[in-house]
């Protein structure tokens, strides 16, 4: 060969990047019946999570559409309604810290009361509860 002859062009792949992690995939293990648990239970939050704000949303709509009606019916002097025994009688049902007014703790504590009837014998709780707020968040 000659020196003006050119040799054939090969393409070769250029060689990967080795990116450095700050877990290292060796440093501990996953057992893939875990990873099960974890995604089913992250399925199953997830798809609850959805439905209890379709439910509650439902539930807001019925409960609004009742209360319109029956202020039409006291606006049109049909019905008489005694609205601080009923707001007394639902603070006393809702009131979950005792101390007769309906604030966000007793919210809080109704929602987690939900989530631990939701997680019992749950293998993954905390993947279950995850998911369960992301369905609600975007459901």
Not at 20 to 25: E, L, Q
Not at 66 to 77: E, K, P, R, T
Request: a positive charge; aromatic letters at 10%.
């Amino acid at each position: 060969m000659s020196t003006l002859e050119k040799k054939p062009e090969t393409t070769t792949p250029p060689t990967a990047v080795k990116i450095p992690s700050a877990v290292d995939p060796t440093s501990f293990s996953v057992d893939p019946a875990h990873v099960g648990e974890i995604s089913a239970a992250a399925l199953f939050g997830a798809c609850s999570g959805y439905a209890t704000k379709k439910l509650a949303k439902t539930g807001g709509l019925i409960v609004g559409l009742g209360f319109m009606s029956i202020q039409a019916l006291v606006y049109a002097d049909i019905l008489k309604v005694n609205w601080p025994k009923i707001e007394k009688w639902t603070v006393s049902r809702l009131d979950a810290d005792g101390d007769g007014k309906l604030t966000h703790k007793d919210f809080q504590f109704g929602a987690g009361r939900f989530v631990h009837l939701l997680t019992t014998d749950m293998p993954s709780a905390a993947g279950f509860t995850a998911a369960f707020w992301i369905g609600f968040r975007y459901g």
